[in-house]
């Protein structure tokens, strides 16, 4: 079944397209959703409330760019909205930010499962904005849109985040 069939079949409800969907695409949704998640089982519920707004929504896809694309929005914006409601955000004086320190971490000494592990332990605020900024290429302007935040505090929480990944990465002692 192509893709077009596979969505015209997911507007009419059809639970047996809905189902090969979840399968063609529930393990790229899945990465985005740990991203997201402080944990693998929160990672969960959030790609389960994703696939039920998609299902919700399909119909508003209208063909119109790339409908992998579309449900990677839905995905993120699914998830957020989940933490937004949560307000794990604290409100930062501009001028107290400091300036953005680079992360730098050499893979070769860091396994990537330790990377996603400590990124997932990141308090909610902080890991939210890492992920946007530094994972997804958005920009402050577009993340405090995004989360209902200031330029300022959504820098002060990347360079938040950026400290406590530093400190980690630093302390890695692979046993």
């Not at 604290?90 to 730098?104: A, C, S, V």
Request: glycine letters at 4%.
């Amino acid at each position: 079944m192509t893709l077009n069939e596979l969505i015209l079949k997911c507007k009419e409800q059809d639970s047996k397209a809905q189902e090969a969907l979840y399968k063609r695409y529930s393990g790229v949704l899945f990465s985005i959703c740990l991203r997201y998640s402080p944990n693998k089982a929160e990672a969960q519920d959030n790609l389960q409330d994703a696939f039920l707004t998609i299902f919700k929504k399909i119909g508003q896809f209208k063909g119109k760019g790339s409908f992998e694309g579309w449900i990677k929005r839905i995905t993120v914006n699914t998830v957020l909205q989940k933490y937004r409601k949560q307000k794990v955000y604290r409100i930062e004086d501009e001028e107290r930010i400091e300036q953005e320190e680079e992360l730098t971490v050499e893979t070769e000494t860091v396994p990537l499962d330790f990377l996603l592990k400590i990124i997932q332990e990141l308090p909610d605020r902080y890991r939210l904005v890492f992920t946007l900024y530094v994972l997804d290429d958005y920009s402050h302007k577009e993340i405090a849109e995004m989360l209902g935040i200031s330029d300022g505090t959504s820098k002060s929480n990347l360079a938040r985040a950026r400290g406590i990944l530093k400190t980690k990465i630093d302390n890695y002692n692979p046993q």
